[in-house]
């Protein structure tokens, strides 16, 4: 298990690699999600840096493609993290497929109202529930980003 608190591990002027991610994360599906992703989409990876406060500052991985960013990769001391935005053009068809996903993911959608122009799923990578979850929501993603 990660014994090391990711947002302290690096400060903002000591930018970790991808090496440094992978390690970090070893005992996570970092890696399950990276492989998926550059199989399935061939994205650009980028490593950037949020002053945010709490769980979503410090270092994260960007995935990139099609002129947008598919979702940010947050890493936790006990799992990965992906924040997404689905486009409430997809709103029917979640409504039709959310009762099969996730607690997490049901929750979003069902307490959540789209805020510019989305809905924004913030998926805790756990088990492969959750994986396979987030690989439908990243395929609506694209689908998106694919008409721009």
């Known amino acids: 298990m990660m014994d090391q608190n990711w947002q302290r591990k690096f400060s903002i002027d000591e930018k970790p690699t991808l ?3 992978k390690e970090f994360a070893a005992d996570t ?11 399935k989409y061939q994205p650009k990876f980028s490593i950037e840096y ?7 500052g ?16 947050y890493l936790r001391d006990d799992c990965v993290r992906m924040m997404i935005v689905v486009s409430e053009l997809f709103e029917e068809e979640l ?6 996903m996730s607690e997490q993911v049901q929750k ?6 789209p805020v510019m122009g989305g809905y924004w799923f913030v998926v805790d990578i756990t088990s492969e529930k959750t994986f396979r979850d987030l690989q439908y ?12």
């Open 19 to 21: 090496e440094d991610m």
């Open 50 to 56: 949020s002053k945010e406060k709490g769980a979503f």
């Open 29 to 39: 599906y970092f890696e399950k999600l990276l492989d998926y992703l550059s199989e």
């Open 108 to 113: 979003t959608f069902k307490e959540s109202k």
């Open 58 to 73: 410090g270092w994260h991985l960007k995935a990139k493609k099609y002129g947008g960013n598919f979702g940010t990769i």
């Open 137 to 148: 929501l990243i395929t609506l993603r694209v689908r998106k980003l694919k008409t721009k």
């Open 95 to 100: 409504a039709e497929n959310v009762s099969s």
